[in-house]
Each structure stands twice: as structure tokens, then as C-alpha cells.
């Protein structure tokens, strides 16, 4: 400590070695000012357009930082007459330097942001800057919006009532304002969406976020959480449960105790073999025959379950429900594998036998034990997609904030955003004179000498602010007010835009307001009233320019008197009724008073009974205060006291720091795991050659399964289930049962890639395209809903295993990305079978100009490649008019019109589909609803 001391000394603090790396940066700025000056103003946007072209010839945006900074503060002069102090102009270097600028409450940081904002714009990837509520995001926008038109940059704002073309339009301005909500759910709803073209944000290059540390510090225990009904498929679990019993097992050899080889059958005597499934103990699988299929389709249409074929689009998920309805029954008991208590189904570790809290098996089949078991399945609302503050933040290629309190955060802010503090000075020296606090043995007396205070400067006509800690205790004091006649206002959170004009006019001769922690946001307190509202009111609403500024003209020659007169008495004097847990929300109290050099005063009043004293002097501190002779009634005012208070404070702050970062380092798991999923969602809306990726993906998958074939083979030399059991791992995989004599890697993938071929061939690329790209969105997103439920489970099963000497944390990262892994394999299995087993039913019109093209195969290779892209473009434009509606219908609304000839089937049946909506003639309106005619838009 001693030694810090004499370093400090000698070199000064690391802020003051901070201000004065500044400093030669703010003289070149200056030196340009007169350069700024010079320019007229239709050289201002030309100048904009320079900077850009130097930008991308090499130099860098330190480069020119000298002139944009001096070429803003001119367009500020001219436009809305103000001109940023040297102070502003070190806040707004800072701010580019990518850290947090501390400046007092009135010293213009609204202003403050323009230069950084415009400079980082420059390079065209967007700056983002974040307010705490629509109403200053709007107001902000609005008012800076002039600055930035007269150098030729874009403004927008998001607001939350906006649509997503409105936001679209706002994200593409060169400086975008709105709040830290609306950022995130932007971000969280951009990737829940299926076209790229939907998506309203542009990336994360720069943001400035202003008052950050409530938004950074206060809300980041809070995450952003978009929530929605997920399906209400109970009644099926149910219902198939009923009927479950009705499927049989295919009878097993009695000698090898195996099911039948169907290597050698063919497709008819494979029919002919009895029994509906077979299953698979050790891997805990079932697989159904083809009798078994056709078993399901008469079960659910004699109980009117499904309308339509099994294999229809809407129907497809019952052979699922079956599955695992036949897992629960068959694979899994009660008592070994899950135990059901107090109306729940609990999962049993298999290794040690204990109870796995929180957990649920993933796929619907926890739903179908809880069918089989006849306990009630719940439809619960699902988190759809979630993120924290921090998370959403630090995703920013540069992120910088101001405030007015952030010195008392500083360490958070390092450890936790790698963001450094630095506090820049006032334009004018603080006149504020800070009291010791008043301390109370009671909290009745602490009431009853606050209001007294409040009367008395009342009746002298200085304005009094008085900030409380809750709505209910500016309720009392409100009641206590009126009952000493006291004329007053109380803000609260419900108004913004009311909100801002009562604190505008707070610090009027005789203003008594009274303010929770919140109000007066981004919102000075002038000493004699607001003259602006003021003269909006003089004007009326409906007021043109010119009478709004005769009336503002006015306006503002009464206000100087009434500055003067409220100086005298003064300036503002701010009162707090007790101390917050945290300095810095005090500090932003206080801040209110003595804005741009104005004399002010502030107090903060306390009684033993209020919570933080409670909590850490609690009865003892009381009664030591009795003890020494305090009396009720009496008040106690001593620097000691103050100091004591704030190691209070800081030990509630150091608390509050832990807790946010243990939520981060959990967040920190599920983060890892958004980014990748969200990543490989955004690849593949982007992939128009999806079948390469499925067929890339089918290649590891076939070495995988020959692996496991020659591995078996190995140790069962005399038997033949090695062969079997490869036979129906790629019937079950791929719905191809290849005959015995080319069961090898290389016919197999050859098989897979004309299969792949012909699709593409007779649906057209982009349909074939389409199809796989919904089907890898629809699996992506429900399954991720599944991990974020299954992540929420785990937190709180692992914090059981510290009783067990293991890191809670340590086991949550291990196990969430082994599930998150056994996941990313589920998609790409499911994808990629689901591919591979779709069959296209071709009209008998497609069919007969198939049968030509297969005639003029004959003819010559350049024949059969026109002949070939003349059909693909065929079934591609008339898709519509025909019934080769597949099971891809559902993949986007304005293109079911074009969807291919394609139906999911399953073990190799083909599928007889059905127009699911009326024919559409070429010179019709598109179904899309882009009021083109059909030819020209989705049929084209």
C-alpha cells in the first residue's frame, strides 16, 4: 500500500496518466478547428465522402480522427449552435478508444457521442448507440439527427412498437439509436428466422452505450428471454399409448435367438414376414418393418387420428410418437431406469444410482414414460431463445460507454468486458457542497427531520429533489407532504416522456420532487426551470417553427432571471432518504445537483432501522447507538460514520459482482454453444448446395458403420448378424437395401450419390435446396429448444455434486457439451436420413416426359443434357399446377407454390401425394401476396 502511494505520488493516478495520453490528440483536433470553419456547408458531406475513400486507400480512423472530430464540433456550431467543449471532444476520444468516459451529470454526454459515433460510421459497418428507454432513443435520434445529416450520414432509430421492415431500414443508417432491449430481442428474433433476407441487423462493428453501468452493471443478472406455448402434443402421447399394445415384435429364431436375415429376400418376402418391429436392447432402439408401418397408419385412421397418408407432412411425427412409445414400454422400467415420485418421473444415473434432479430424457420420450406411467403431461410454455447482457455486448468489435458513476464499477467493468474507466474533468469546477450523512436511531425520526428539511427550503424557494429507494416509500413520504401543505410532484417509472419534463422543471424556484432511483435520466435539471418546455407550452402543440422560437425568445429572458434568483438561494438542493446499496446509484442521486459549475447541495438522511444499516450493524449497531447516549429523536452527523457506511456499501457491491459473475460463467457455457448453433443456422441459410453437405455428411457416416461392421465381423467370424445387423443399419439410415453381393463403401455411396442426382434432376436444384434447408431449420430449432431446457435442468442438478467434492461448474461444461455434441449429431443424422429417404410421385404427365428424356438418352450426351434441363425447368415452373406436392409444403408459406415433387416416406415406401391448395394459373396473382402476376414472381 505504502509503496502504491509513493508510485501515485510520483506519477500520478492511472486516470491522470490516462487524461494526459489525451491531450495531444485534443491539440490536433483544435488545430483543425479553423480548417473546419473555412468549408462551406455542401463541402461538409463532400468531406464525409473523402474520409471514406481515405478509409479504404489504407489509412486508419486514428488517422483522421483530427479532422472528423474538428469537422463535427463545426457542424454542431452551426446546426444546433453548440459547440463541444475540450472536455467533450476528450469524452469522445476516449469513447473511440473503445472505454468508458465518467463525466458529471450535465456536462452534455448526448453530445459527447456524436464525434466518436460519426468517425467509427465512416468505415460503413454501422455504430450502434444505446439508450435506457424508447423515449430518449427517439429524442436522442431526433435531436442529433441534424448534426449527422449536415455531414452526410443516416439516422435511425428502433423503437419498440416497430415492424421488422421499419427496423430493417433503421439498422442499414450509418448510427442507429435504441435501447438494450430492443437490440437484443433483434438479435435473439434474427435467429429464429428462416430467409437471411428477413434479417433486420447488419452485424456488431461499434456501440456506444450510455449510461452504462445500469445497463451493463444493474440489469446483466437479467436475461433477454424470447418465450412462447411450445406445441400441445399431450393428447397424442396419450392417445398412442392406448394403442401401442396393439404392435407386435417379428418373432426371433428359436435356434440363433436372432431376428430373420433379410439379406438375401426380396422386397416381397420381406413383406411377408409377420411382426411390426424389432428392437435393439443394447443401443435401446426400435425399427419398424414395413407391415409394421402400414399396422400404425390403420391404428391411427380407425381412431380418426390422421386424415391423410402416415407419411404426409402433418402425420409424420405419430411414427415418432409410436418409437418412443414403444422405448418407454419395452426398453425402459420403472424402478431401474427412472423412478415416478410425487406425480413425477425421475431419471435414475445408471452408474451410480442416484436420482438425476432436474433432468428429463430429451425426444418426447420422457412424455411417453409419463404416458405409459398415467401421469399428467403438462403443456409449459418453452424458452425459445435467450441471452444475457453481458453476452449480447461483448459480441461488439469495439463496445465504449459514459456515464456519470462508473469509477466505484471499475473492476467489473475490466474483469468482465475488458473496458477501462476513465473520468474526464468538468468543463467548470464542481460548486456542489456534500454533507456528512444524518443518522437517526429510528426511522419515524429520520421521516419527520426530512420533511422539516424539505419545508424549510421550500418556504426560502430553493428547489428540493429527494430521491427514495421504492414507489412505497415515496408514497409515505408524498403523505407526508400534503399533510404539511407541501406542493410537490412524484415520478415514477410508468411515463418516460412525463418523466423527463417533471425533472426538467425540477430545479424551478420552490420545486419539490420526489424521484426513485431512476428518474431524471438523460435529463438535465436546470437552476430556474426548463425554458424549452416552457415555451413548447407558451406555443401550444400546434405552433410552427417560427412561433415556437418567439415563444422560446421569451422564454429564455425570464429564465436568466429566475437562474440568477434559484443561484442565489443555492442551486438545487438534493436529499436522500436513506443510502442504496450500491455508491454509485447514490453518487447518480447526488449528481443532479451542481451541473456545469451551478452552486448545489446534497445530504443523505438515515435511521438505524433502514435495511443496509440493518443488515450490517443489524440490532447491535442499534443498541451500541443507545448505549453511548443517542437519543430517539436526536441526529448524529461524523466523517467516521460515513466511512463506515461506505465499507458497507462496498461490501454489498462486492457480493452483487460475485453473483453476476457466477451467472456469467455459467451463461459463458450456454454462449459457447449459441454462437455455434447460430453460426451453423446462418451457413446454412446461406448453402445453396445442400445436398453436398448431405452428402459429405453421409460418407462419415457410412465409414462409421463399415467400422462398426468389420469390428463385428472380427469377433463373430461363424455368425451372420454382423451382415444383418449392417443391413439394417442402412435400411433404417439411408432406406436402401442393396443386394448381398454389393454390400460394400463404395456402392453404397455411389448408390447415394445418384440418388442425390436424380432428385436434384427431376425437383430442380433450388426446390431439392429448399427442402433440405427447412428441414435443417426445423430440426435446429426444436432441438435447440430441447438443449436450452435440458441446460436449465442440468444447472440445477449439478449444484448437488459439491456435496460430492466436484466443481458444480466443472460438471455443468462437461456434461452440457456432451449433450450439446450428442446433439449437433441427432440434426445432421436426421437431416441427412430424412434426405436420403424421400421419394419423388410424379404425375402421369412428368412421368410420360420422363419416359422421352430417358428415350433420348439414346440419342447423344448433348441431347440427354437439354433434354434434362428442360424437364428440371419444367417441374420447377409448374410445380404448382401439378400434384407432386411433397412434404416440404410447410417450408415457407409464399413458396408452397413451387415446392418440388418430394414426400418424407419411411423404410422405402413411396408415397401418393395430394394438392394440400388450389391450382395456380401463370397469369394469376402470386400466392405470395406481392400482387406480381404468377409468371413473374414464384414462377419465373
Avoid at 409394421?292 to 386424415?307: Q, S, Y
Avoid at 418516460?496 to 425533472?503: P, S, V, W
Avoid at 454382423?722 to 454390400?743: H, W, Y
Amino acid at each position: 500500500m505504502f509503496i502504491d502511494k509513493v508510485l501515485t505520488a510520483i506519477f500520478g493516478t492511472q486516470n491522470d496518466r490516462d487524461l494526459k495520453a489525451l491531450l495531444p490528440i485534443l491539440a490536433a483536433v483544435n488545430a483543425k478547428e479553423e480548417w473546419a470553419k473555412s468549408l462551406k456547408p455542401e463541402e461538409f458531406p463532400a468531406q464525409t465522402k473523402k474520409f471514406r475513400e481515405r478509409l479504404e486507400n489504407g489509412e486508419t480512423l486514428d488517422d483522421i480522427l483530427p479532422e472528423a472530430f474538428a469537422l463535427v464540433r463545426e457542424a454542431s456550431w452551426r446546426v444546433i449552435g453548440e459547440r463541444p467543449f475540450d472536455v467533450q471532444i476528450m469524452g469522445g476520444i476516449n469513447l473511440h478508444q473503445g472505454r468508458i468516459t465518467e463525466m458529471k451529470t450535465g456536462e452534455g454526454k448526448t453530445l459527447v457521442a456524436v464525434a466518436p459515433a460519426y468517425l467509427n460510421a465512416l468505415t460503413g459497418k454501422g455504430v450502434h448507440i444505446v439508450t435506457v428507454n424508447d423515449y430518449l432513443a427517439k429524442r436522442d435520434a431526433d435531436s442529433r439527427r441534424p448534426i449527422f445529416s449536415y455531414l452526410g450520414l443516416t439516422v435511425g432509430s428502433i423503437l419498440s412498437d416497430m415492424d421488422n421492415e421499419a427496423r430493417k431500414i433503421s439498422y442499414e443508417c450509418d448510427v442507429t439509436y435504441g435501447t438494450n432491449n430492443e437490440f437484443g430481442f433483434d438479435y435473439l428474433r434474427d435467429n429464429m428466422k428462416v430467409d437471411l433476407k428477413d434479417k433486420v441487423q447488419r452485424g456488431f462493428n461499434y456501440c456506444i452505450v450510455d449510461e452504462i453501468d445500469s445497463i451493463l452493471i444493474d440489469e446483466a443478472r437479467t436475461p433477454l428471454i424470447i418465450s412462447g406455448a411450445g406445441e400441445d402434443d399431450t393428447y397424442k402421447y396419450h392417445e398412442v399409448d392406448k394403442y401401442v399394445g396393439e404392435l407386435t415384435e417379428v418373432p426371433k429364431d428359436p435356434k440363433t435367438g436372432e431376428y430373420p436375415d433379410e439379406t438375401f429376400l426380396t422386397p416381397e418376402e420381406r413383406a411377408a414376414i409377420p411382426g411390426d418391429y424389432t428392437l435393439d436392447e443394447k443401443s435401446k432402439r426400435i425399427s419398424f418393418t414395413d407391415k409394421g408401418m402400414l399396422h400404425i397408419n390403420e391404428i391411427l385412421h380407425k381412431h380418426n387420428l390422421i386424415t391423410g397418408a402416415l407419411e404426409d407432412e402433418e402425420n409424420f411425427e405419430f411414427t415418432h410418437y409410436f418409437t418412443q412409445a414403444l422405448r418407454a414400454h419395452l426398453l425402459f422400467h420403472n424402478d431401474v431406469d427412472y423412478l415416478v415420485r410425487d406425480g413425477k418421473v425421475e431419471i435414475i444415473d445408471e452408474f451410480t444410482g442416484r436420482v438425476l434432479e432436474g433432468r428429463r430424457y430429451s425426444d418426447g420420450l420422457h412424455q411417453a414414460i409419463e404416458a405409459k406411467e398415467h401421469i399428467k403431461i403438462a403443456q409449459r410454455n418453452r424458452t425459445m431463445a435467450t441471452i444475457t447482457f453481458q453476452n449480447f455486448f461483448r459480441m461488439y468489435e469495439k463496445l465504449s460507454g459514459m456515464t456519470g458513476t462508473a469509477a466505484t464499477e471499475a473492476v467489473e467493468f475490466n474483469k468482465i468486458y475488458e473496458l477501462e474507466v476513465v473520468a474526464i474533468p468538468t468543463n467548470v469546477p464542481v460548486a456542489r457542497i456534500d454533507e456528512n450523512d444524518e443518522v437517526y436511531l429510528n426511522e419515524e425520526d429520520k421521516w419527520e427531520a426530512i420533511s422539516n428539511e424539505i419545508k424549510a427550503a421550500h418556504e426560502k424557494g430553493q428547489p428540493v429533489l429527494v430521491g427514495t429507494v421504492s414507489v412505497e416509500k415515496s408514497e409515505h413520504l408524498s403523505n407526508l407532504l400534503t399533510r404539511k401543505g407541501i406542493r410537490h410532484e412524484v415520478l415514477n417509472a410508468k411515463n418516460h416522456a412525463r418523466e423527463a419534463m417533471i425533472i426538467a422543471e425540477a430545479g424551478a424556484k420552490g420545486a419539490v420532487t420526489i424521484a426513485t432511483n431512476m428518474a431524471g435520466r438523460g435529463t438535465d435539471i436546470k437552476l430556474g426551470g426548463n425554458p424549452e418546455f416552457r415555451a413548447g407550452k407558451r406555443a401550444g402543440t400546434g405552433a410552427t417553427e417560427e412561433q415556437y422560437r418567439a415563444a422560446l425568445a421569451i422564454e429564455k429572458e425570464n429564465w436568466k432571471k429566475d437562474y440568477e434568483e434559484v443561484r442565489n438561494l443555492g442551486g438545487l438542493y438534493v436529499i436522500g432518504t436513506e443510502r442504496h446499496e450500491s455508491r454509485r446509484i447514490d453518487n447518480q442521486l447526488r449528481g443532479r445537483s451542481g451541473r456545469q459549475g451551478d452552486p448545489g447541495r446534497s445530504k443523505f438522511y438515515i435511521s438505524m432501522d433502514d435495511d443496509l444499516m440493518r443488515l450490517f450493524g443489524g440490532e447491535r449497531m442499534k443498541n451500541i447507538m443507545s448505549r453511548i447516549g443517542m437519543k430517539p429523536g436526536e441526529p448524529i452527523d461524523h466523517p467516521w460514520l460515513n466511512k463506515g457506511i461506505e465499507k458497507a456499501q462496498q461490501k454489498v457491491e462486492d457480493r452483487n459482482f460475485e453473483i453476476r459473475k457466477h451467472l456469467l460463467d455459467y451463461d459463458d457455457v450456454l454462449n459457447e454453444q449459441r454462437t455455434v448453433i447460430y453460426n451453423q443456422r446462418d451457413s446454412i441459410l446461406a448453402d445453396e448446395n445442400l445436398s453436398a453437405r448431405v452428402m459429405s455428411n453421409a460418407k462419415e457416416d457410412i465409414e462409421a458403420i463399415f467400422e462398426d461392421f468389420e469390428y463385428e465381423q472380427k469377433h463373430n467370424k461363424n455368425s451372420n448378424a454382423p451382415l444383418v445387423a449392417l443391413n439394417e443399419k442402412i435400411r433404417d439410415t439411408f432406406g436402401l437395401q442393396l443386394p448381398a453381393e454389393s454390400l460394400n463403401k463404395e456402392a453404397l455411396i455411389a448408390a447415394l450419390q445418384n440418388d442425390l442426382t436424380e432428385k436434384e434432376m427431376l425437383a430442380g436444384k433450388e426446390n431439392l435446396n429448399m427442402f433440405i434447408r427447412y428441414q435443417y431449420v426445423q430440426i435446429i430449432d426444436r432441438k435447440w429448444l430441447d438443449q436450452l431446457e435440458t441446460l436449465e435442468g442440468l444447472r440445477e442438478a449439478v449444484a448437488l455434486r459439491s456435496y460430492g467434492s466436484k466443481n458444480p461448474l466443472t460438471e455443468y461444461k462437461i456434461d452440457g457439451f456432451n449433450i450439446f455434441d450428442e446433439m449437433l449429431d441427432t440434426i445432421r443424422d436426421t437431416v441427412m436420413s430424412r434426405v436420403f429417404k424421400v421419394r419423388i410421385q410424379l404425375s402421369p404427365e412428368a412421368a410420360e416426359q420422363r419416359r422421352r428424356m430417358a428415350e433420348a438418352q439414346n440419342q447423344g450426351i448433348n441431347a440427354r443434357h437439354n433434354e434434362a434441363q428442360s424437364i428440371s425447368e419444367q417441374v420447377a415452373q409448374n410445380a404448382a399446377q401439378r400434384s407432386v406436392q411433397s412434404s416440404f409444403n410447410g417450408a415457407m408459406a409464399h413458396r408452397q407454390a413451387v415446392n418440388s415433387a418430394m414426400n418424407q416416406r419411411s423404410q422405402g415406401d413411396n408415397i401418393t401425394v395430394r394438392r394440400t391448395m388450389p391450382k395456380v394459373g401463370r397469369n394469376d396473382p402470386c400466392p405470395c401476396g406481392s400482387g406480381k402476376k404468377y409468371k413473374n414472381c414464384h414462377g419465373r
